[in-house]
């Protein structure tokens, strides 16, 4: 059993000990640190103790590939887990966060002599500390940010040059963006938010702090949305009065621009917790949405729909720059398994599309198979879909997302002046009339 000396008070180290709950969450399974975060236990810490820790999380996580390429450097064998997970977040602290080099090294030790099992490294866990703060942040290859098959991976997909564009940009945080409810309204809430407005028409913001305190939330004006994940709900050019369906809805804002856009949208999510989470988003942005808690497979609904979406189940490897947790928590067999689901979703959604309706599939992952395999296939299956081509910058995406087919393939390496955006696959079908 534990014997937690008196230092387990100091101040600060329930803050660090809450990182590396979220930490090890996030890296025991997929999910995981969205999980963590709303569970009651972080809920009850002190705001600024909250704050700190989800920071720290975020940080090692962030570089979690380059700290421990750093870590190994220094030690001659590999150090116990516990005493690991104790240096990444010393690590992170050093190279992150504006905490003092002796603070971060100090409470680290401290942390360690609260366990019996990490104790004995209290001195390594010092001089490795020490040496990191000494030396600084070394300069890190851009392949060491990522796990190697998925860098493998990439390289083949793209090339290795692209590859390691992707890759540099892992360890940077990412500016927020927000969609707007009245895209007519851009200039107004640019100049209210200190914002840039981007192409297709979401706001960049650099602020930080309490998004419920920002200009524009308590009306609904907008919400949050990656300027990347805008994209596929505007590539369907919904009309006032046309009928839209968004299959796997949550967490709701592709449906949110169906509706702003006057769509009469039905949107279905298997999750009744999540359903719960979009109708409040729903509520917030005062918009009318007819939101189902239902399997999109097995939905028992015979009406068709002008515009139907499709952001299926991936392994989300495109949204690292905010979820860094997907990049080590992803493992290979999750990409057959995840493709499998949508081939089958796929189907189900084309039966929802009227003759001349129009369908985007779409995914936040990097990995071909979950993208432009997935509709290679789907094209073979269904003759009477074609594709619509996308128009360069159509929608808001980068000029070069256009691939040969007419299809997007957004790479986070994409507007590195304006701070990049997430990672996406979108194909525009329609189905012949």
Same mark, same amino acid.
């Given at each position: 059993?534990?014997?937690?000396d008196? +230092?387990?008070?100091?101040? !600060?180290? =329930?803050?660090?000990? #809450?990182?590396?709950d $979220?930490? %090890?969450?996030?890296? @025991? *399974?997929?999910?995981?640190?969205?999980?963590?975060l709303?569970?009651?236990?972080?809920?009850?810490?002190?705001?600024?103790?909250?704050?700190?820790?989800r920071?720290?999380?975020?940080?090692?996580?962030?570089?979690l590939?380059?700290?421990?390429?750093?870590?190994?450097?220094r030690?001659?064998k590999p150090?116990?887990?516990?005493?690991?997970?104790?240096?990444?977040?010393?690590?992170a602290?050093?190279?992150?966060?504006?905490?003092?080099?002796?603070?971060?090294?100090s409470t680290?030790?401290?942390?360690a002599?609260?366990?019996?099992?990490?104790?004995?490294?209290?001195?390594l866990?010092?001089?490795?500390?020490? +040496?990191?703060?000494r030396? !600084?942040a =070394?300069?890190?290859? #851009?392949?060491?940010w $990522?796990? %190697?098959?998925?860098? @493998? *991976?990439?390289a083949?997909?793209?090339?290795?040059?692209?590859?390691?564009?992707?890759?540099?940009t892992?360890p940077?945080?990412?500016?927020?963006?927000?969609t707007?409810?009245?895209?007519?309204?851009?200039?107004?809430?640019?100049?209210?938010?200190?914002?840039?407005?981007?192409?297709?028409g979401?706001?960049?913001?650099?602020r930080?702090?309490?998004?419920?305190?920002?200009?524009g939330?308590?009306?609904g004006?907008?919400w949050?949305q990656?300027?990347a994940?805008a994209?596929?709900?505007?590539?369907?050019?919904?009309?006032?009065?046309?009928?839209?369906l968004d299959l796997?809805?949550a967490?709701?804002?592709?449906?949110?621009?169906?509706?702003?856009?006057g769509?009469?949208?039905v949107?279905?999510?298997?999750?009744?917790?999540?359903?719960k *989470?979009?109708?409040?988003?729903?509520a917030?942005i005062?918009?009318?949405v007819?939101?189902?808690?239902?399997?999109?497979?097995?939905?028992e609904d015979?009406?068709?729909?002008?515009?139907?979406?499709?952001?299926?189940?991936?392994?989300?490897t495109?949204?690292?720059?905010r979820?860094?947790?997907?990049l080590?928590g992803?493992?290979?067999?999750d990409?057959?398994?995840l493709?499998?689901?949508?081939?089958?979703?796929?189907?189900?959604?084309?039966?929802r599309?009227?003759?001349?309706?129009?369908?985007?599939y779409?995914?936040?992952?990097l990995e071909?198979?979950?993208?432009?395999?997935?509709?290679i296939a789907?094209?073979?299956?269904?003759?009477d879909?074609?594709?619509?081509?996308c128009?360069?910058g159509?929608?808001g995406a980068?000029?070069?997302?256009?691939?040969?087919?007419?299809?997007?393939?957004?790479l986070?390496s994409?507007?590195?002046?304006?701070?990049?955006?997430?990672?996406?696959?979108?194909?525009?079908?329609v189905?012949?009339g």
């Amino acid at each position: 059993m534990t014997q937690p000396d008196p +230092g387990q008070s100091d101040p !600060g180290l =329930p803050a660090r000990l #809450a990182a590396l709950d $979220l930490i %090890s969450t996030a890296l @025991a *399974r997929r999910g995981g640190l969205d999980e963590a975060l709303s569970h009651p236990a972080f809920a009850k810490l002190p705001p600024q103790d909250r704050g700190f820790a989800r920071a720290l999380a975020m940080a090692t996580l962030r570089r979690l590939g380059g700290i421990d390429r750093a870590l190994d450097g220094r030690m001659q064998k590999p150090p116990p887990q516990a005493v690991r997970e104790l240096l990444r977040i010393g690590v992170a602290q050093l190279w992150a966060l504006d905490v003092p080099d002796f603070a971060a090294v100090s409470t680290t030790v401290k942390l360690a002599e609260r366990d019996g099992s990490t104790r004995p490294f209290k001195g390594l866990i010092n001089a490795v500390l020490r +040496g990191v703060a000494r030396d !600084g942040a =070394p300069g890190i290859a #851009a392949d060491a940010w $990522l796990p %190697s098959w998925i860098f @493998a *991976r990439w390289a083949a997909a793209f090339g290795e040059e692209t590859a390691r564009a992707v890759a540099a940009t892992v360890p940077q945080e990412p500016p927020t963006d927000l969609t707007l409810r009245d895209p007519a309204e851009a200039e107004r809430w640019a100049q209210a938010l200190e914002a840039e407005v981007l192409p297709g028409g979401s706001l960049r913001v650099r602020r930080k702090g309490d998004l419920a305190e920002w200009p524009g939330f308590a009306e609904g004006a907008w919400w949050v949305q990656d300027a990347a994940a805008a994209v596929p709900a505007r590539l369907l050019d919904v009309k006032p009065v046309q009928t839209a369906l968004d299959l796997c809805a949550a967490p709701g804002g592709k449906t949110l621009q169906l509706a702003a856009a006057g769509a009469e949208v039905v949107a279905l999510d298997r999750s009744p917790n999540r359903l719960k *989470r979009l109708n409040e988003n729903f509520a917030r942005i005062g918009l009318k949405v007819e939101a189902l808690a239902a399997d999109a497979e097995a939905w028992e609904d015979a009406r068709t729909f002008d515009a139907v979406l499709l952001d299926a189940p991936c392994t989300s490897t495109g949204t690292f720059r905010r979820n860094p947790d997907v990049l080590w928590g992803t493992k290979p067999a999750d990409i057959a398994k995840l493709a499998d689901v949508q081939h089958r979703l796929l189907d189900a959604a084309a039966e929802r599309v009227k003759p001349g309706g129009r369908l985007v599939y779409c995914v936040c992952s990097l990995e071909r198979e979950e993208g432009e395999a997935q509709i290679i296939a789907f094209l073979r299956r269904r003759p009477d879909f074609t594709t619509e081509p996308c128009a360069p910058g159509e929608a808001g995406a980068p000029e070069d997302a256009v691939t040969r087919e007419g299809w997007l393939r957004i790479l986070p390496s994409e507007w590195p002046d304006r701070g990049g955006l997430d990672g996406f696959f979108a194909a525009r079908l329609v189905r012949k009339g």
